[in-house]
């Protein structure tokens, strides 16, 4: 059955204004006479025009029956005396509403733009009604027919492929290649290689002509993800790109010429890897040209039951396992977790517990205990449950407790869970200040002596990686004698340091301090193994 806009012909001048207007966006339409409803159509609607009073019994019967077939977007026109708004909007149930008299152009622009939304969530797969989702998803539709560079930036698992390829879907590129390529899984000795392609003989082992990625993807999109992981002579080359539409192939002298969209992604703050001299300040301007930035999934928490329902559905079909759903108590323990892996993480979760769990809905003894037990209602402020009956010594000694108090109840006789949880967290809270305190006693005591002041391990649990040594600015006079050796493995900050030294001193320390073990400095510096080993090149550090 072919597609169509169904425009209501209660009020006929719009309605053939409409008509015109939609036809003008490539849009096929139907008019549906008085008396007619969504049944009586001849094609299969993708978005319904509501022309006549909204408020009329065959306005409300369309209206619900649009929300009937699922996503059908449905818009109403209003008189000029009834108050209109996006609230009002949802009151009745619509998509969008505009006011009489129309301007037909504008509400053909924006009924493309809703069927267009809902072709994206069909193609991509992605979900999400909260007004952050529905601003990504209209961000993509704005973009999408364009040519223009667009940089989506966003926590991991917040689905910055799904956009990236929502945005090619739906432009004029979409019958053409799409190439994905995560930057951060590439060596760097291999990375210019994949992008760019490489000539015979160019290096060990290069003994075909091979195309790179840009070349693969001429004439159609190719993504970036995890771009804040680009060496900087990459970086270089790929500026040349965006700039020149041209590139050589590595041994190559040949310059080659490609149309490609170029859309780019990362979980990191580039403008902060620029200023760390990390990420080139003109590739970055050059890259965010249009930009969409994801939400967290602990942002729209709203989404996350539809989002669960659609996982079951797909894993249970997969699996080949009749699940009818989740419990509520269940739901609610998920839609109150924080989600640090967002959408990835949920995905993963419900995988795996429609292949564990031992019945047909998910109940709250299959959520592994990290989730159940690290909700977002265990933090403060902590709802305080009634107290129960005591016996009547114990009333005595709350009495007293209370009189203690000035007369008030603060203390419960029998402290609660969560009075526990209150009384542990402020006791904590003193035990971390009093050492606070003394350290820094210790470091002002030590201010007028010079050098670095060596850290052990936290005073509450915590792990330090390595012992770091704190800068103090101190004015050396003259006839005073040269400062001792540093210990191994401790990094000494002085004064007058830029930022590079300071991160070669943190490498050199780790290395020493991992006796060599490049896997575990990269740890201690919380910095990938890859990352570690292109800065070791960088500034020049034997291992």
Excluded at 134 to 142: F, G
Excluded at 218 to 245: C, H, S, W, Y
Excluded at 349 to 369: F, Y
Excluded at 501 to 507: D, F, K, L, T, V
Aim: aromatic share 4%.
């Amino acid at each position: 059955m072919a597609e169509a806009v169904l425009i209501t012909t209660d009020d006929l001048e719009p309605a053939v204004r409409l008509r015109a207007a939609f036809e003008a966006q490539q849009l096929r339409v139907e008019l549906l006479a008085p008396g007619e409803s969504l049944s009586d159509a001849l094609a299969e609607p993708v978005l319904v025009v509501i022309t006549g009073g909204l408020r009329e019994r065959r306005a409300r019967a369309l209206i619900t029956a649009a929300r009937e077939r699922g996503r059908l977007p449905v818009i109403g026109l209003t008189e000029p005396t009834e108050p209109t708004g996006r609230d009002i909007c949802r009151q009745l149930g619509l998509s969008e509403c505009f006011p009489k008299p129309i301007e037909a152009d504008e509400v053909a622009l924006v009924g493309k733009r809703l069927v267009q939304r809902e072709e994206l969530r069909e193609i991509t797969g992605i979900v999400g009604d909260t007004e952050a989702m529905e601003e990504v998803l209209e961000r993509i539709v704005q973009i999408a027919p364009v040519n223009s560079t667009a940089l989506i930036l966003g926590e991991s698992g917040t689905g910055k492929e799904l956009v990236a390829r929502g945005i090619h879907a739906l432009s004029p590129r979409r019958h053409r290649p799409f190439i994905a390529v995560n930057v951060a899984a590439l060596p760097d000795t291999l990375l210019e290689s994949e992008l760019f392609g490489h000539e015979k003989g160019s290096f060990t082992g290069a003994t075909d002509r091979r195309k790179g990625f840009f070349e693969l993807a001429n004439g159609g999109t190719i993504f970036l993800d995890e771009l804040g992981e680009m060496p900087a002579g990459t970086q270089t080359k790929l500026l040349r790109v965006l700039e020149e539409r041209e590139f050589r192939r590595v041994g190559g002298e040949e310059s080659i010429r490609v149309d490609v969209r170029v859309v780019a992604a990362t979980n990191r703050d580039l403008r902060d890897q620029v200023q760390l001299g990390h990420f080139r300040r003109d590739l970055y301007h050059r890259l965010n040209v249009l930009r969409i930035d994801l939400p967290p999934l602990r942002a729209r928490r709203e989404d996350i039951q539809r989002l669960i329902d659609r996982f079951i559905q797909q894993f249970s079909a997969e699996h080949d396992r009749s699940f009818v759903g989740i419990d509520p108590q269940a739901l609610q323990i998920l839609i109150d977790y924080d989600w640090p892996g967002n959408v990835r993480e949920l995905r993963n979760l419900v995988e795996s517990m429609v292949v564990l769990a031992p019945g047909r809905v998910i109940r709250p003894e299959d959520i592994p205990a990290d989730v159940r037990y690290r909700r977002r209602d265990s933090l403060l402020p902590v709802p305080v449950t009634p107290q129960p009956q005591v016996s009547s010594g114990a009333a005595q000694l709350n009495s007293g407790a209370s009189q203690l108090n000035g007369g008030g109840s603060f203390l419960p006789a029998a402290p609660s869970p969560e009075m526990e949880f209150i009384l542990r967290t402020l006791f904590d809270l003193r035990v971390d200040m009093e050492d606070l305190r003394r350290e820094f006693e210790v470091y002002r005591s030590r201010q007028h002596e010079g050098g670095s002041i060596p850290s052990g391990p936290l005073p509450f649990g915590g792990y330090q990686p390595i012992p770091i040594g704190l800068p103090v600015a101190v004015e050396t006079v003259p006839h005073e004698p040269e400062p001792p050796p540093r210990e191994e493995g401790t990094i000494v900050f002085r004064p007058g340091m830029t930022i590079t030294q300071m991160e070669r001193e943190a490498i050199t320390a780790a290395l020493l301090h991992s006796r060599g073990n490049r896997r575990r400095a990269a740890e201690m510096l919380g910095m990938g193994e890859r990352t570690l080993y292109r800065k070791l090149k960088e500034y020049g550090i034997e291992e």
